[in-house]
């Protein structure tokens, strides 16, 4: 049972265009975390919500918590946007999605 | 300010011996969590420690222990290892427990032969 499921697992996008991740989770949470994750192992942390809307430049972030999914979007992609995202929501503890491999083309 | 730090960035180790992992993290954060990242398994959470106490416990078997000092620094204990213990361990620390961003260290990859 994944507690948290991400789609899809791989995704191939040219650079420029539009792309989204999508999340659902089964568990009652108080946050919801977007990762980046570069080759070498690295995580950066990209949006923590709870509700609504975030942006940070060419990223958007929602959540709907009745429906309990989240999506990521990268608006304008490029190709040091290739990463793996990964998904993870704070219950009574962490839970992780197993992450989109996203691949930009130039 | 410096970022989350982890020592040692790789390590080989035999089965059956113990690791023993540190993570420094942002001064002023108080909240350190543990991970566990592999191939099958994707990312796990291990344990989290604020103000030197376990908060919350990942379902991982009691050869995995922590400990959290005074000055917030984490060290994590792996003993009796296995070769499935190989994997990328992370941590990260976050002002608060909770619902608070997490800031990632760079990471341990312990090798079990």
């Known amino acids: 049972k994944n507690e948290v499921e991400q789609s899809p697992q791989n995704l191939t996008a040219q650079e420029g265009e539009f792309i989204t991740i999508n999340c659902s989770y089964s568990?009652?949470?108080?946050?919801l975390h977007w990762l980046q994750q570069h080759p070498g192992g690295g995580i950066v942390s990209l949006f923590m919500?709870?509700?609504g809307k975030k942006k940070h430049g060419r990223l958007i972030a929602t959540i709907n918590i009745q429906e309990k999914h989240s999506s990521l979007h990268i608006t304008a992609s490029h190709p040091r946007d290739s990463a793996v995202y990964i998904c993870?929501?704070?219950?009574?503890?962490?839970?992780f999605g197993t992450g989109t491999s996203l691949t930009v083309i130039p | 300010k410096a970022g989350v730090t982890q020592t040692p960035r790789y390590l080989i180790k035999t089965r059956g011996q113990q690791v023993t992992l540190s993570c420094s993290p942002i001064?002023?954060?108080?909240?350190v969590s543990w991970y566990q990242q592999t191939p099958g398994q994707g990312l796990q959470f291990l344990f989290e420690?604020?103000?030197?106490?376990?908060?919350n416990k990942g379902n991982f078997p009691g050869r995995f222990s922590g400990r959290q000092f005074s000055n917030s620094r984490s060290e994590m204990n792996v003993s009796t290892l296995e070769l499935g213990d190989s994997a990328l361990y992370l941590c990260?620390?976050?002002?608060?427990?909770?619902?608070?961003?997490?800031?990632f260290g760079p990471g341990t990859r312990l090798t079990v032969t």
């Open positions: 990260a620390s976050s002002a608060e427990s909770g619902s608070y961003e997490q800031y």
């Open positions: 568990v009652g949470i108080s946050a």
């Open positions: 919500l709870s509700s």
């Open positions: 993870a929501v704070t219950g009574n503890q962490f839970y």
């Open positions: 001064s002023g954060h108080r909240s």
């Open positions: 420690y604020f103000s030197e106490t376990q908060r």
